[in-house]
T-cell receptor
Framework: GENVEQHPSTLSVQEGDSAVIKCTYS??????FPWYKQELGKRPQLIID?????GEKKDQRIAVTLNKTAKHFSLHITETQPEDSAVYFC???????????FGTGTRLTVIP | NAGVTQTPKFQVLKTGQSMTLQCAQD?????MSWYRQDPGMGLRLIHY???????DQGEVPNGYNVSRSTTEDFPLRLLSAAPSQTSVYFC????????????FGSGTRLTVV
């Protein structure tokens, strides 16, 4: 099956700075890459996703980039705020499949 | 519209006991699944269903059973609990019959002693 690696495992940034979380995947057939945010004690929530027919997608302060050749994708958060503090999970799948393969998570702390 | 509802939120079991984790959704979603979340391992798929009467195994199905008699409900049964099943369990659903755009439940924290 797919193997997704995520780095770093923890990340601390000053409020207002940018944060970047990177994931690599192993299965070249994967073409769907969602990102989930999980606040402490809460359920994971989808924040953005990308299909492999595009290289970048933005939603306000959040963007995801995809490099299919290198098999890696990244989450970029600009102008970070304390409420961005959470654990972020990347995932990969083949669109239409029945499983998402998740990374191990990145704990982001935004320091006021 | 409650979304995905999981019960209980917390549970402590003794080794060898059985129990059922409940999951219900009111969004008429075709796809439902169970994941477990362990420290340093992300979320891993246990079982999934693409519609009433249809279930299949995920990555880590051993020790768990599921059934899907209605579109709304997808219970997860632990047959004989083991300490290795200590985890946080999440139910997720999708309006499409695939693993896409999940809506997660709030989770069940299970401890097996």
């Amino acid at each position: 099956g797919e193997n997704v690696e995520q780095h770093p495992s923890t990340l601390s940034v000053q409020e207002g700075d940018s944060a970047v979380i990177k994931c690599t995947y192993s299965d070249s057939a994967s073409n769907y890459f969602p990102w989930y945010k999980q606040e402490l004690g809460k359920r994971p929530q989808l924040i953005i996703d990308i299909r492999s027919n595009v290289g970048e997608k933005k939603d306000q302060r959040i963007a995801v980039t995809l490099n299919k050749t290198a098999k890696h994708f990244s989450l970029h958060i600009t102008e970070t705020q304390p409420e961005d503090s959470a654990v972020y999970f990347c995932a990969a799948s083949t669109y239409g499949a029945n499983n998402l393969f998740f990374g191990t998570g990145t704990r982001l702390t935004v320091i006021p | 519209n409650a979304g995905v509802t999981q019960t209980p939120k917390f549970q402590v079991l003794k080794t060898g006991q059985s129990m059922t984790l409940q999951c219900a959704q009111d969004m008429n979603h075709e796809y439902m699944s169970w994941y477990r979340q362990d420290p340093g391992m992300g979320l891993r798929l246990i079982h999934y269903s693409v519609g009433a009467g249809i279930t299949d195994q995920g990555e880590v199905p051993n020790g768990y059973n599921v059934s899907r008699s209605t579109t709304e409900d997808f219970p997860l049964r632990l047959l004989s609990a083991a300490p290795s099943q200590t985890s946080v369990y999440f139910c997720a659903s999708s309006e499409r019959p695939i693993a896409y755009g999940y809506t997660f439940g709030s989770g069940t924290r299970l401890t097996v002693v």
